[in-house]
Nanobody, 122 residues
Framework: QVQLVESGGGLVQTGGSLRLSCAAS??????MAWFRQAPGKDREFVAS????????DYADSVKGRFTISRDNAKNTVYLQMNSLKPEDTAVYYC?????????????????WGQGTQVTVSS
């Protein structure tokens, strides 16, 4: 059974940091990504990475503040979020792709986690 389990969300003040984790199990994936969805808005791409190449891609809104990384031994992907802003408030979802690519298209991702809430207070 494939599972993606996110953790690490919470409440933080503007300028603070959080690290999200996504533990994958049940099969091998080639790429992983983070998306987010704020209330009343569409789901949007945040960051993605490939397991083997280490290629990464980021949304312009988070470049320089967020870092996606992976621990192959633990089958876990992380999202380090620094200099958080109120507009980063959203439910963050981990997603997994069977194809090795960095994609911003949520339709490319086959599996999704349950989401973890990140709230940034002003």
């Amino acid at each position: 059974q494939v599972q993606l389990v996110e953790s690490g969300g919470g409440l933080v003040q503007t300028g603070g940091s959080l690290r999200l984790s996504c533990a994958a199990s049940g099969r091998t994936f080639s790429s992983m990504a983070w998306f987010r969805q704020a209330p009343g808005k569409d789901r949007e791409f945040v960051a993605s990475t490939t397991w083997s190449w280490g290629a990464t891609d980021y949304a312009d809104s988070v470049k320089g503040r967020f870092t996606i990384s992976r621990d192959n031994a633990k089958n876990t992907v992380y999202l380090q979020m620094n200099s958080l802003k109120p507009e980063d408030t959203a439910v963050y979802y981990c997603a997994a792709d069977k194809v090795r690519r960095v994609s911003t298209n949520d339709k490319h991702y086959d599996y999704w986690g349950q989401g973890t809430q990140v709230t940034v207070s002003s």
